[in-house]
């Protein structure tokens, strides 16, 4: 499989459950970034990783929580979320942290109930 | 402070007629810019992207981009849109490591 993949492609929580994204890519990055995207607002960047360290974190609530493991790995703990934490989730990747093409995957649709 | 913007929400045009996207940004120095596509269900596809040089860029599936300095702009553009067009578009701008997204111009094609 070549790419960027995401799973699951939808979830659906309640305001107490755990539940983890997986973003995993194909590609040979060393960079990989967690986006949020709500309606009619542009693309939050939440976390970036380079090279398995945590290399940025845009005030994102602590309820939301990034593991790497490996380059090709990357995941979003999720615990005690909002209502308006509902978005679709994108993880992204690129060669490295300074490489501005960066590579999509189609996203997990997270809805918060 | 860094941004981007693009003024039209929704955008509906007729199958075969043309199109202009428009993509403002407002940095201190001239960033890097791209212009990426979403189709629903699915993460985002970069069109084109404009580094430096020849200010209008080609991109994949027949569209192109003009870089204004003078008006800070980055307009997409295709001659004659296909129904397959029908997505959401985003402009982005890098500088510095910092990549920004604008708030996104949705296509709808009549046929």
């Known amino acids: 499989e070549t790419g960027v993949t995401q799973t699951p492609r939808h979830l659906v929580m309640g305001m107490t459950n755990k539940k983890s994204l997986k973003c995993e890519q194909h590609?040979?990055?060393?960079?990989m970034y967690w986006y949020k995207q709500s309606a009619k607002k542009p693309l939050e960047l939440m976390f970036v990783?380079?090279?398995?360290?945590?290399?940025e974190n845009n005030s994102v609530p602590s309820r939301f929580s990034p593991e790497c493991p490996n380059s090709s790995h990357l995941f979003l703990h999720l615990h005690t979320l909002q209502p308006e934490d509902s978005a679709l989730y994108l993880c992204?990747?690129?060669?490295?942290?300074?490489?501005?093409?960066?590579?999509f995957g189609p996203g997990t649709r997270l809805t918060v109930t | 402070a860094q941004s981007v913007t693009q003024p039209d929400i929704h955008i509906t045009v007729s199958e075969g007629a043309s199109l202009e996207l428009r993509c403002n940004y407002s940095y201190g120095a001239t960033p890097y810019l791209f212009w990426y596509v979403q189709s629903p269900g699915q993460g985002l596809q970069l069109l084109l992207k404009y580094f430096s040089g020849d200010t209008l860029v080609q991109g994949i599936k027949g569209f192109e981009a003009e870089f204004k300095r003078s008006q800070s702009s980055f307009n997409l553009r295709k001659p004659s849109v296909h129904w397959s067009d029908a997505a959401e578009y985003f402009c982005a701008a890098y500088n510095n490591n910092d990549m920004r997204f604008g708030a996104g111009t949705r296509l709808t094609v009549k046929p």
């Open positions: 992204a990747s690129s060669q490295d942290r300074g490489s501005y093409e960066q590579y």
């Open positions: 590609l040979g990055h060393n960079a």
């Open positions: 990783y380079s090279l398995e360290e945590r290399v």
